[in-house]
């Protein structure tokens, strides 16, 4: 299984990290830290230059392009659109939770405790056990 995270911050890649090794989630990690390159690999996947992932897990505020824009192009390039996508934020707008409806993804509001962050390991388990 491969899982792509676009995640601009460093404590929460490392916070995802530990979730997955705590839960057992054995998948190859890619991470992109901003908007525009996770546009242009999006752009490979569509093209074949890519190989698209089993599961993407989407922060919306990053550098350069937001997540949202980054949503609506992997729903419109070809062999993304059924790509299960996480995504994985610290806002609770109800414009975001409306976009995660709006383009078939799961929602996960980043928490301030740590226990209630490393249940994200096993929201992404359930994920992938779909595929």
Known sequence: MRILVVEDNPADLFVLREAF???????E??????????AHHIADIGSGKATGPDLLILDLNLPR???????????????????????FTSSD?????????QFNA???RKPT????????????KG?????
């Open 106 to 108: 799961f929602y996960f």
């Open 29 to 38: 990690l890619q991470v992109i830290e901003d908007g525009e390159s996770a």
């Open 65 to 87: 392009i937001e997540g949202s824009d980054l949503l609506a192009k992997l729903r419109a390039t070809k062999g993304c659109e059924a790509v299960p996508v996480l995504i």
């Open 21 to 27: 090794r705590e839960k057992g989630v054995d998948a």
């Open 127 to 131: 994920l992938l056990a779909k595929k």
């Open 113 to 124: 405790d740590l226990d209630e962050f490393l249940s994200v390991g096993e929201v992404v």
């Open 93 to 101: 707008a109800p414009r975001d939770r409306a976009l995660a409806t």
